[in-house]
C-alpha cells in the first residue's frame, strides 16, 4: 500500500534560516507521483510542485528547491531564506496507479512551519 | 479562471442529522475528489467523481455519500451525523488523469454537536 511519512511534526526557525522538509514514501508502483501542498492557516490547499516517478531532476523555483532520490524514497522540500508568510502546514502527497486511477492522493501528515522574525 | 468553490464555508448541525456539501470544479475540469481532514486522521481520501461517475472510494462507512452532476459540480452528503465527523471537508478538481494535479478548494468546516 502507499504510505507517506513526514517526520518532522513542527519546525521553528527565525526568518531568513534556511529549512529543510523531508518526506519519505512507500509504493509498490513504478509509476507514480509525488506533490507538495501548502496549507496556510485560511485552510486551502496550495499547491507548489509535482513531481512523476521517472524525473528525478531536483527543481528549484525562487526560494523553493526540492530534492527528489528514488534510491531513498525520498522527496524533501527546503525553503531558503524563510520569510514569516511561510509559515504554514506543509503535506507531501504520493499517487499511483495501485489505486485504480491515479487520482487519490495519500497525504502525510504534515509538517508545521513557524517562521518567526 | 475562477477557482474550486465550495459551500457553505461553515456549519453547524446536531448529532443525527444529516447534511450536504457542495464543490463546484474550475471550469473545463471532469474530476471532483472529496477528502476529510480532523486532526486526528489527517487527510483522508473520500471518493472520486468523473464524469457523473464515482470513479474510486476511500474506506468511509455508507453514511458518506456523493453525486455529480453533468456540469461537474459535486455534492456529498454525510447521514446521521456523528460527534467524529466534525472536520473541515475539501474538495479538489482536476482533469482527471493520471498523476495530474488537484486543485483544492477552500473547504466546508463542518461542526457536530
Known amino acids: 500500500a502507499q504510505k507517506v511519512t513526514q517526520a518532522q511534526t513542527e519546525i521553528s526557525v527565525v526568518e531568513k534560516e534556511d529549512v529543510t522538509l523531508d518526506c519519505v514514501y512507500e509504493t509498490r508502483d513504478t509509476t507514480y507521483y509525488l506533490f507538495w501542498y501548502k496549507q496556510p492557516p485560511s485552510g486551502e490547499l496550495v499547491f507548489l510542485i509535482r513531481?512523476?516517478?521517472?524525473?528525478?531532476q531536483n527543481e528549484i523555483s525562487g526560494r523553493y528547491s526540492w530534492n527528489f532520490q528514488k534510491s531513498t524514497s525520498s522527496f524533501n522540500f527546503t525553503i531558503t531564506a524563510s520569510q514569516v508568510v511561510d509559515s504554514a502546514v506543509y503535506f507531501c502527497?504520493?499517487?499511483?496507479?495501485?489505486?485504480?486511477?491515479?487520482?487519490?492522493?495519500?497525504f502525510g501528515t504534515g509538517t508545521r512551519l513557524q517562521v518567526t522574525l | 479562471k475562477a477557482g474550486v468553490t465550495q459551500t457553505p464555508r461553515y456549519l453547524i448541525k446536531t448529532r443525527g442529522q444529516q447534511v450536504t456539501l457542495s464543490c463546484s470544479p474550475i471550469?473545463?475540469?471532469?474530476?471532483v475528489s472529496w477528502y476529510q481532514q480532523t486532526p486526528g486522521q489527517g487527510l483522508q481520501f473520500l471518493f472520486e467523481?468523473?464524469?457523473?461517475?464515482?470513479?474510486n472510494k476511500g474506506n468511509f462507512p455508507g453514511r458518506f455519500s456523493g453525486r455529480q452532476f453533468s456540469n461537474s459540480r459535486s455534492e456529498m452528503n454525510v447521514s446521521t451525523l456523528e460527534l467524529g465527523d466534525s472536520a473541515l471537508y475539501l474538495c479538489?478538481?482536476?482533469?482527471?488523469?493520471?498523476?495530474?494535479?488537484?486543485?483544492f478548494g477552500p473547504g466546508t468546516r463542518l461542526t457536530v454537536t
Open positions: 513531481r512523476n516517478s521517472f524525473d528525478e
Open positions: 479538489a478538481s482536476s482533469d482527471g488523469l493520471a498523476g495530474v494535479v488537484q486543485y
Open positions: 471550469s473545463g475540469h471532469r474530476s
Open positions: 467523481y468523473f464524469s457523473e461517475t464515482q470513479r
Open positions: 502527497a504520493l499517487s499511483d496507479s495501485y489505486t485504480g486511477t491515479a487520482s487519490k492522493l495519500t
